[in-house]
Nanobody
Framework: QVQLVESGGGLVQPGGSLRLSCAAS????????MGWYRQAPGKQRELVAR???????IYADSVKGRFTISRDNAKNTVYLQMDSVKPEDTAVYYC????????????WGKGTLVTVSS
């Protein structure tokens, strides 16, 4: 069982910055593929960014150049640095551990709300 706990959400003004954190349990964090997803009201959940065990990253086109995903394997934590935020970034942000064959599972955090508004 892997637990994911997000933190760092809140209210931020357009153009501002916010950093989300996701702390994961387990002793194999360094090989986990980790992702951040978001779900805005009335919309489907979508991938924001993903980082592999080797730290290769991918981003949604809508956040490229503004958001940065990173990981600290010593702290079992993945981060999402959000810069130049826009009102359309308002959503609940979820941390995700990708499916792994060794346990046959993927895991989701409970989410943290980010609201971009003046």
């Amino acid at each position: 069982q892997v637990q994911l706990v997000e933190s760092g959400g809140g209210l931020v003004q357009p153009g501002g910055s916010l950093r989300l954190s996701c702390a994961a349990s387990g002793n194999m964090f360094s090989i986990y593929g980790m992702g951040w997803y978001r779900q805005a009201p009335g919309k489907q959940r979508e991938l924001v960014a993903r980082i592999g065990g080797g730290s290769k990253t991918i981003y949604a086109d809508s956040v490229k150049g503004r958001f940065t995903i990173s990981r600290d394997n010593a702290k079992n934590t993945v981060y999402l640095q959000m810069d130049s935020v826009k009102p359309e970034d308002t959503a609940v942000y979820y941390c995700h551990r990708e499916y792994m064959a060794y346990d046959g599972m993927d895991y989701w955090g409970k989410g943290t709300l980010v609201t971009v508004s003046s």
